[in-house]
């Protein structure tokens, strides 16, 4: 998991930092890549954090021979959490994520009924 991990966001900062040089862009564009960039390695680096951690200690649990259920049962509970910090994490770091979750908490107008786009007109 830790060489996918490495592999994966080595590959997307020397794509994006060859993208960068290679392509004039506008300041605007530059921004928005950096964002979404830095949300991707963010995203990237929760796996480890809450899946790889607990791994590394029941590894070496059994690797020096020492078992403690209650740590191991810590070590579990926070694998399990995974599906539940990904959502938060999604709907922290990516703005239209968060943008609809407001909507749909604090706008119950909206709630059920299609959205209206402004650029439609309406023919009948």
Not at 19 to 47: C, G
Not at 94 to 110: A, G
Request: glycine residues 4%.
């Amino acid at each position: 998991m830790l060489g996918e991990l490495i592999f994966f966001v080595t590959y997307l900062l020397t794509n994006t930092i060859h993208q960068m040089n290679s392509i004039r862009v506008s300041y605007r564009t530059a921004e928005i890549q950096k964002q979404l960039v830095n949300a991707l390695i963010i995203q990237s680096f929760l796996p480890f954090t809450v899946l790889g951690l607990p791994m590394i200690y029941a590894w070496m649990s059994v690797m020096f021979d020492y078992y403690n259920q209650a740590y191991m049962n810590i070590a579990l509970v926070i694998c399990c959490t995974h599906g539940f910090c990904s959502t938060v994490v999604m709907i922290c770091v990516h703005k239209p994520y968060r943008n609809e979750l407001v909507r749909l908490l604090f706008s119950p107008k909206e709630r059920y009924g299609p959205r209206r786009s402004d650029n439609v007109v309406d023919s009948s």
